[in-house]
């Protein structure tokens, strides 16, 4: 069998603009639920049980709190995306990651009563360190390191469009060297989240392509739509693939209603799943879910995990 997780980075705007840096002082959060409806929509019509990773103190919100259930009701994965969503987790001192990574499996456990085995760092910004971390906590895998060629393309350009934040909000990507390494599902080292070894610890790295390991998610395919067909022809040969998307990526932000919490001034740095309508973004998933569905079963990482 050949399976396909899809992955959602359940991302506010809370979270967004912490990264971006243009935070306003308050968040109604209106598009967690527009977002998430609009996702369990989608996914229904092509089988999907996917992957969500929350971050779990926007659950403190009860109306969240109700949809993460609407959500693991629909059968879908609850994992975890820290507590607090810090965009440096790489630059935390090691106490502050064990607390951004307890935290929130506790109160994600507590919502469900199911276990939270997985985790993904905010920015896919995760080093070595947090792996003893997570083993102990009882974490069984990460889906952090995203093994692509451009990786200091892409840290220059955040680095770029973030340069008036402190380190920690500017910072994005792993270790330089997760750029080597592999780029499909493996055992991880004891001590090394990047190498491939034998530990009971799996990493689903984000998806690049076979050829130049260029990105092959949500986020590079709203710019470069015609890399669907073409980069999914190079990885189509794969037992198991992991394509990332955000909440974003369901949600029209172009409305009236969004205009007060997204920032407007000229020259700002926004990203595309921000500026574009809901049917144009859907017009693109449709394009990704169907051809990936000749091919693959939609299953959440969780049930991946034996397949490694
Ligand atoms: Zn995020």
């Not at 050949?2 to 840096?21: A, E, Q, R, Y």
């Not at 090394?192 to 799996?202: C, P, T």
């Not at 879910?289 to 397949?307: H, M, Q, S, V």
Request: proline share 5%; aromatic share 14%.
């Amino acid at each position: 069998m050949k399976i396909c997780s899809i992955t959602v980075d359940v991302d506010c705007l809370n979270s967004n603009f912490k990264g971006f840096g243009l935070r306003k002082p308050y968040y109604s959060y209106r598009e967690f639920g527009l977002g998430i409806e609009n996702i369990l929509q989608f996914f229904d019509q092509y089988n999907v049980k996917a992957t969500f990773f929350f971050v779990a103190k926007d659950m403190e919100i009860a109306e969240n709190a109700f949809l993460l259930n609407e959500v693991a009701a629909a059968g879908h994965e609850i994992a975890s995306h820290s507590y607090s969503h810090p965009q440096g987790f790489r630059l935390l001192p090691l106490e502050d990651k064990t607390y951004e990574l307890r935290k929130s499996k506790e109160i994600l456990e507590d919502l469900t009563g199911d276990e939270v085995i997985g985790f993904r760092a905010p920015g896919w910004n995760i080093s070595d360190d947090a792996l003893p971390v997570l083993r102990s906590l009882g974490f069984k895998y990460d889906s952090s390191v995203f093994p692509t060629s451009i990786s200091i393309l892409l840290k220059a350009l955040h680095y770029y469009a973030m340069r008036r934040r402190d380190a920690l909000t500017r910072s994005t990507l792993g270790k330089l060297y997760y750029l080597g390494s592999p780029s499909t599902p493996y055992r991880t080292e004891k001590q090394k989240l990047g190498k491939k070894g034998s530990s009971d610890f799996v990493e689903f790295p984000v998806q690049v392509t076979g050829l130049f390991r260029l990105p092959f998610f949500a986020t590079f395919h709203l710019s470069y739509p015609s890399c669907v067909e073409s980069g999914y022809k190079t990885i189509k040969n794969r037992n198991i693939i992991n394509y990332q998307m955000h909440l974003s990526d369901f949600v029209d932000y172009t409305v009236e209603e969004f205009s007060q919490e997204i920032p407007q001034q000229a020259g700002s740095y926004l990203p595309l799943s921000l500026k574009l309508t809901l049917d144009e973004k859907k017009r693109i998933w449709n394009r990704v879910f169907r051809i990936i569905a000749e091919d693959y079963d939609y299953l959440p990482l969780k049930e991946t995990l034996a397949y490694v």
